[in-house]
């Protein structure tokens, strides 16, 4: 920490996103992404006369995407932000909706960046425990003071909750804002967007990084009430006003239109994690039922750190969290079918020298 930073920072541990190594030479199963590539209409939206306007500012109101992501989704244009992923409206809503009076609440296993937004803005955070199979203590939420926010489904569980018990969280406090966050809805949970038409305090939150294969273009989406939106615009008009770029706001709009080939990706997707959560089953894992694109995997011979170094040892990289509860586990990204052979594989090489080496802990 230099001399000219900011006191109010001393104790700030940012958020540390997962490797993100700059050649090939790792099967990459480490940080959600999608492992098939953008459509070739979505690509296709970049033209050279498209990157010739680079000169010019983009939209700061992306109307043209908003329009499309409205009528993809079946509300108005007023209803829905856009931003630079969907980080980018965690922090917009961590900063309008809470203060020293209002503080945030979420669950003490989710998503890494909900504390540092927490600790960032300097908000009391409540941290909600999980029971002892992950499971939402949906009570202990409702009872909870400031704004709720969740991932449904959960990260890194990848386990999803039902759309009545959302309501239930939403009802109990008509004056407190729920962020969903809907990072990982397309792979098999059930969306709250019905829900948005009934409560005011409803913010759900999407991304294109990971059911839309574009965790490099940066692009997230937030749809709630106007009353809500119009609040976040003007945190964002704040903060950054051009917070996406024309590439981006093209891509975007392509992708809309492009919905079934990215609905096709996520059932697939789908199915190999059903595959893989099988495979891993016989050979001693314990996972929770993910309805996510990873799935979340602890084995009784080897540890979770081991494994991670294990695997990356073998090319293969997975996330470990050195977190109180979870650090027995490793989360694994859905890849592709071939991907996933080679994780097996790897898998079997390490169970099979630990067998011979006794288990390591
Ligand atoms: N929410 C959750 C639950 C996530 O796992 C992630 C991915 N790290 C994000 C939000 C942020 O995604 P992005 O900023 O790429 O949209």
């Known amino acids: 920490m230099s001399r000219f930073f900011s006191s109010r920072f001393a104790s700030l541990a940012p958020y540390v996103p997962g490797e993100q190594p700059q050649d090939q030479q790792y ?14 209409r979505t690509r296709a939206a970049v033209s050279d006369a498209e990157l010739a306007r680079l000169n010019l500012y ?14 993809r989704y079946g509300v108005k244009p007023a209803n829905v932000l856009l931003a630079n992923g969907s980080d980018e409206i965690l922090s917009f809503a961590f900063m309008a909706f809470c203060d020293a009076e209002t503080p945030v609440a979420f669950p003490d296993i989710s ?25 939402m203590d949906v009570d202990a939420f409702c009872a909870s003071r400031g704004m709720r926010v969740l991932a449904n489904p959960n990260a890194p569980t990848g386990m999803a ?12 406090d008509p004056d407190r804002v729920v962020l969903v966050d809907e990072a990982y809805v397309d792979f098999g949970a059930q969306t709250a967007l019905p829900l948005l038409a009934k409560y005011e305090n409803l913010l759900v939150v999407r991304t294109y990084s990971k059911s839309r294969s574009m965790a490099g273009a940066r692009l997230g989406f937030a749809l709630g009430s106007e009353a ?24 975007g709009e392509a992708a809309v239109a492009d919905d079934a080939y990215y609905m096709e990706n996520c059932k697939k997707i789908a199915a190999t994690r059903e595959r893989a959560a099988a495979r891993l089953k016989e050979l001693g894992f314990t996972l929770t039922p993910s309805q996510a694109n ?12 081991t494994l991670y170094s294990a695997l990356k040892a073998q090319g ?16 694994i990204t859905i890849g592709t079918p071939e991907q996933m052979e080679v994780l097996f594989a790897a898998i079997e090489d390490i169970l099979k020298g630990d067998a011979a080496c006794a288990p390591q802990r």
């Open 111 to 135: 998503y890494g960046f909900y504390p540092v937004y927490a600790a960032l803005y300097g908000l009391a955070a409540e941290e909600i425990p999980l029971r002892a199979d992950f499971s």
């Open 58 to 71: 983009p939209d700061p109101t992306g109307t043209r995407l908003r329009e499309a992501i409205a009528a």
């Open 161 to 172: 909750l039902p759309l009545s018990e959302i309501e239930r969280i939403l009802s109990s």
């Open 316 to 331: 293969v990289l997975v996330r470990h969290f050195k977190k109180p509860r979870i650090s027995e586990y490793v989360r």
């Open 294 to 305: 990873f799935l979340f995997a602890s084995h009784p011979a080897v540890s979770g750190e």
């Open 228 to 251: 809500l939106i119009r609040d976040l615009e003007t945190i964002r008009f704040s903060t950054n006003p051009y917070n996406l770029n024309r590439l981006t706001l093209l891509l």
């Open 27 to 40: 099967v990459k199963l480490n940080t959600n992404e999608s492992p098939y590539p953008p459509s070739p």
